[in-house]
């Protein structure tokens, strides 16, 4: 009995420690395909995801160290992906651990997109109307929205068959998260950069003289940033009033977008007018008004001259 028991603690710590080295090796995998395989990003149920193909997925595996020829196997627990069938199997293998799983692309077509399109259509036939008094770079820009506005939206949803495809269709959501190199070259330099700071009495005079004159230099470039945020806003403020809501000037109008420091700058100014459409009621006046004007010219005419 005593020998029983003695063989199941050492069986129980083969396994565990079989368990343990087959994790690290999935791990390592799932780590090298987290960073190489180029990802996009959406939102599910209010949470930013990152998601991608599964034949991205194969191709990645097929190029790694896993999938070249040695004497000695580089791992022993994951398989020599020699065949896009094998890698398959262990991309199945990581769906089953929870590395990722499979979703379904879904497209968004609503009451508020139809409205939209409505809208986009009617402004459409207004700017065909005035296109003879457009200058060629507003052109440019209304064909630019149009091309967006024909891109199509779409939601992703959790799949579910949560099953691996070797396909650029069918789409899978990392949940595995490691952290990158990036994340540890920043927590190092931000604790560099705190005991720098607890250090600072004893720096040298012009060390001192430097971070002083850095700091006034970045406080202006803030202050730069808010007073061109202010002015914007005067100037729109105050043409709209001027012009009776008519004029929406925009000083730097990509400033808030998603863009690169040069383009957020880009173009200068931007200047757009809005018509005033006409109500029935004064349309109705005046064709009542020309209507009096036109029976007095011909009244006058019909009365003969008593000379």
Same mark, same amino acid.
């Given at each position: 009995?005593?020998?029983?028991?003695?063989?199941?603690?050492?069986?129980?710590?083969?396994?565990?420690?079989?368990?343990?080295? /087959? *994790?690290? &090796?999935?791990? #390592?995998?799932?780590?090298?395909?987290?960073?190489?395989? !180029?990802? +996009? %990003?959406?939102?599910? @149920?209010?949470?930013?995801?990152?998601?991608?193909?599964?034949?991205?997925?194969?191709?990645?595996?097929?190029?790694?160290?896993?999938?070249?020829?040695?004497?000695?196997?580089?791992?022993?627990?994951?398989?020599?992906?020699?065949?896009?069938?094998?890698?398959?199997?262990?991309?199945?293998?990581?769906?089953?651990?929870?590395?990722?799983?499979?979703? /379904? *692309?879904? &497209?968004?077509? #609503?009451?508020?997109?139809?409205?939209?399109?409505?809208? !986009?259509? +009617? %402004?459409?036939?207004? @700017?065909?109307?005035?296109?003879?008094?457009?200058?060629?770079?507003?052109?440019?820009?209304?064909?630019?929205?149009?091309?967006?506005?024909?891109?199509?939206?779409?939601?992703?949803?959790?799949?579910?068959?949560?099953?691996?495809?070797?396909?650029?269709?069918?789409?899978?959501?990392?949940?595995?998260?490691?952290?990158?190199?990036?994340?540890?070259?920043?927590?190092?330099?931000?604790?560099?950069?705190?005991?720098?700071?607890?250090?600072?009495?004893?720096?040298?005079?012009?060390?001192?003289?430097?971070?002083?004159?850095?700091?006034?230099?970045?406080?202006?470039?803030?202050?730069?940033?808010?007073?061109?945020?202010?002015?914007?806003?005067?100037?729109?403020?105050?043409?709209?009033?001027?012009?009776?809501?008519?004029?929406?000037?925009?000083?730097?109008?990509?400033?808030?977008?998603?863009?690169?420091?040069?383009?957020?700058?880009?173009?200068?100014?931007?200047?757009?007018?809005?018509?005033?459409?006409?109500?029935?009621?004064?349309?109705?006046?005046?064709?009542?008004?020309?209507?009096?004007?036109?029976?007095?010219?011909?009244?006058?005419?019909?009365?003969?001259?008593?000379?």
């Amino acid at each position: 009995c005593k020998h029983k028991a003695v063989n199941m603690k050492g069986k129980d710590k083969d396994s565990a420690s079989d368990d343990a080295k /087959r *994790k690290k &090796e999935m791990d #390592g995998v799932a780590k090298h395909m987290r960073f190489t395989i !180029a990802t +996009k %990003k959406a939102i599910i @149920k209010g949470e930013n995801i990152e998601y991608f193909p599964g034949s991205k997925a194969i191709d990645c595996l097929l190029e790694s160290k896993w999938a070249k020829e040695t004497d000695e196997p580089i791992a022993e627990f994951v398989p020599y992906m020699g065949a896009r069938t094998v890698a398959a199997d262990f991309c199945q293998r990581l769906i089953d651990k929870g590395y990722f799983s499979r979703v /379904r *692309k879904v &497209e968004v077509k #609503g009451k508020e997109e139809k409205e939209a399109e409505g809208a !986009a259509s +009617k %402004k459409g036939v207004a @700017k065909k109307k005035e296109a003879g008094n457009v200058s060629p770079r507003a052109k440019d820009t209304e064909k630019d929205e149009e091309v967006k506005r024909k891109k199509k939206k779409f939601r992703l949803q959790p799949h579910e068959h949560q099953k691996f495809f070797d396909s650029i269709e069918d789409f899978y959501v990392w949940h595995f998260n490691p952290p990158s190199r990036q994340s540890y070259f920043l927590g190092v330099l931000v604790l560099f950069g705190a005991v720098a700071g607890t250090l600072y009495p004893i720096w040298p005079e012009s060390s001192q003289l430097l971070i002083h004159y850095g700091s006034w230099l970045l406080l202006c470039i803030v202050a730069g940033i808010i007073g061109i945020f202010v002015l914007r806003a005067v100037l729109f403020i105050l043409l709209w009033c001027l012009s009776a809501g008519r004029l929406y000037f925009w000083l730097f109008p990509n400033l808030n977008e998603d863009l690169g420091v040069i383009e957020s700058f880009k173009p200068l100014y931007s200047l757009k007018k809005r018509k005033v459409k006409k109500s029935k009621k004064n349309k109705q006046s005046t064709d009542c008004d020309d209507a009096t004007k036109a029976d007095a010219t011909t009244n006058n005419e019909e009365t003969p001259d008593d000379t």
